[in-house]
């Protein structure tokens, strides 16, 4: 964002004044600590620093969508099977009402769910639902039901806990983007730009390993709500590992090692096991 100062010497020397402590007051009124998900059966419960509203960041999330998805369009490689598309969005289907545990806004979300012809075992989230998965995760990895629900409630996860708003937030108070510049100058809300740094968090830029223990915990149980066993995320990581061939894909490029992720999903699965029954049982 570039500021002009027209050619007042005087209001640009006031501006050069007053600007940085104008940026650092509003850095603090403009931090919020917010609880994004209710704990659910897992009890995720930590607070989140946000200097970026929800709105502005689902805004950008769309664009860069659209790019995405754009993209894959014009090289032949969106939503290429059919079946495999149906497949993959039934079970978003059941999983999405799931949200509601965690935040009931949620349902409220334009979701949408794609299928990416590429040999990469990736799947992935953008804020506001905006859902993608490669066809080498579900092909190279041949995929249960059950598997597939335990990547997209990971993914689901991430958007649910605002966790791209959130390390967006970080990347602001880093300094990249002086987003709140607009309303020092008593300009109202920027329209900030974020489209760029909400492909990069997608695709370059690492979730932290609390960001994927978040995940994986609430992603177990939106699993077991939608009545998929959530064991099943215990028997996914194992394929990846053994595919990777020591070196973890994408999707598990920062998640924890194997021993300490096989205990905690163990643990979080067993807990949410009766989640899955209870579900199961009304089928």
């Avoid at 590992?241 to 070196?247: E, T």
């Amino acid at each position: 964002m570039t500021l002009s100062t027209g050619t007042d010497p005087g209001r640009s020397t006031i501006m050069r004044a007053i600007l940085p402590a104008a940026l650092a007051a509003l850095s603090l009124a403009a931090c919020q600590s917010v609880p994004t998900t209710a704990p659910g059966e897992v009890g995720v419960s930590r607070q989140q620093t946000m200097l970026v509203s929800s709105g502005t960041v689902n805004r950008s999330a769309e664009k860069a969508y659209r790019k995405v998805i754009g993209e894959a369009q014009q090289k032949g490689q969106l939503n290429r099977d059919a079946a495999q598309v149906a497949r993959v969005r039934g079970i978003a289907a059941r999983l999405i009402p799931q949200s509601r545990v965690f935040r009931p806004d949620a349902l409220g979300w334009n979701w949408e769910v794609n299928v990416i012809t590429s040999k990469d075992v990736n799947a992935w989230c953008m804020p506001g639902g905006k859902i993608a998965f490669y066809t080498g995760l579900i092909e190279r990895l041949q995929a249960t039901d059950e598997e597939i629900a335990a990547v997209m409630g990971h993914e689901m996860a991430h958007a649910l806990r605002e966790h791209g708003r959130e390390r967006a937030s970080q990347a602001v108070a880093q300094g990249i983007g002086l987003v709140v510049v607009g309303t020092a100058l008593g300009m109202g809300e920027p329209a900030m730009e974020l489209t760029q740094l909400v492909l990069d968090l997608t695709f370059n830029l690492p979730n932290s390993r609390t960001d994927e223990i978040e995940a994986d915990r609430i992603g177990v149980e939106l699993a077991a709500r939608g009545g998929y066993d959530p064991r099943a995320a215990i028997t996914l990581w194992e394929k990846m590992q053994n595919a990777a061939k020591g070196q973890p894909p994408q999707f598990l490029s920062t998640h924890p090692s194997h021993g300490t992720r096989i205990a905690d999903l163990r643990l979080y699965a067993a807990k949410v096991l009766p989640l899955y029954e209870a579900t199961r049982a009304k089928r």
